[in-house]
């Protein structure tokens, strides 16, 4: 298909001097604007669309600081702004309030906070999530997210919002993870081990943090066919997957 007709707009101009060129020089026109390589290329990525920053930006949650101030520098970047879904803890860093969406990790959210919420879910600023919701922790002998919540699915279906995974690789001390199991053999159920997160991240000084970004997964993928739990697991899955050399594995 020609996009670029460069001999039907000389034909269809008002131009009577246009209209008087003989053929060869057309031509020759045609191929000093690349009309055939133009076309070839608009042809080629014709239902390509921009970029856009109307999407979730999630990842696996291992450190507790460094990975949300890495998430949120390199959105920012990208699009200017962003809002950030975080706990009430952020509204001790006055810099990081504009940015933050309040909520409640460990229990319900205040009406407020879910007023606001749902405002930002409705708007185009790109959100960073971590929809594990807490610092990840040794289950099952390995440093992982608990089950991811569904409801960065929900909202992706609802607010036609894409989802862009990351994957942060890396860990936070033994000391944090030996504080959580003491913690949880002796049935505290204050999570003590947060006091440390400002250790863990002076830990981090002059060190490099590997990051992953993965292909954007439409919000049309979350169909019908399983439930809104079981995609979020699934996407869990895939972010872990992407810690491999070759990347995940699973169809999106």
């Known amino acids: ?3 670029i007709d460069l001999a039907a707009s000389i034909k269809e101009s008002d131009s009577a001097f246009l209209k008087k060129l003989p053929g060869f020089v057309v031509r020759s026109l045609e191929r000093i604007i690349k009309q055939d390589e133009l076309n070839y290329v608009i042809e080629k990525y014709k239902d390509c669309e921009p970029e856009k920053c109307k999407c979730f930006f999630l990842s696996n949650h291992p450190f ?3 990975d949300g ?3 949120t520098k390199t ?3 990208k699009y200017g702004t962003f809002k950030a879904i975080g706990n009430e803890s952020f509204k001790f860093v006055p810099p990081l309030r504009p940015y933050i969406a309040m909520v409640n990790p460990y229990g319900m959210s205040s009406k407020s906070y879910v007023t606001e919420l749902e405002k930002i879910y409705r708007s185009d600023v790109a959100i960073t999530h971590f929809p594990a919701g807490i610092v990840s922790r040794r289950i099952n002998g390995k440093i992982q997210d608990r089950e991811w919540q569904k409801s960065f699915i929900t909202r992706a279906i609802s607010c036609q919002r894409d989802i862009v995974p990351f994957f942060f690789h890396g860990r936070n001390s033994n000391l ?3 504080i959580n199991i003491i913690r949880r053999t002796l ?3 204050t999570n003590i081990e947060l006091a440390l997160l400002p ?3 002076f ?13 954007p997964i439409p919000w049309q993928t979350f169909d019908t066919s399983i439930t809104h739990v079981q995609w979020a697991q699934k996407v869990r899955k895939h972010v872990y997957a992407m810690s491999a050399p070759n990347g995940s594995k699973l169809d999106f």
Request: net charge positive.
């Open 1 to 3: 298909m020609k996009h």
């Open 64 to 66: 507790g600081i460094v």
């Open 69 to 71: 101030l890495i998430l």
């Open 75 to 77: 959105v920012i970047e």
């Open 176 to 178: 944090f993870y030996g």
């Open 187 to 189: 049935g505290i159920k």
């Open 199 to 201: 250790r863990e991240l």
């Open 203 to 215: 830990l981090k000084r002059n060190k490099t943090i590997r990051l992953k970004i993965g292909k």
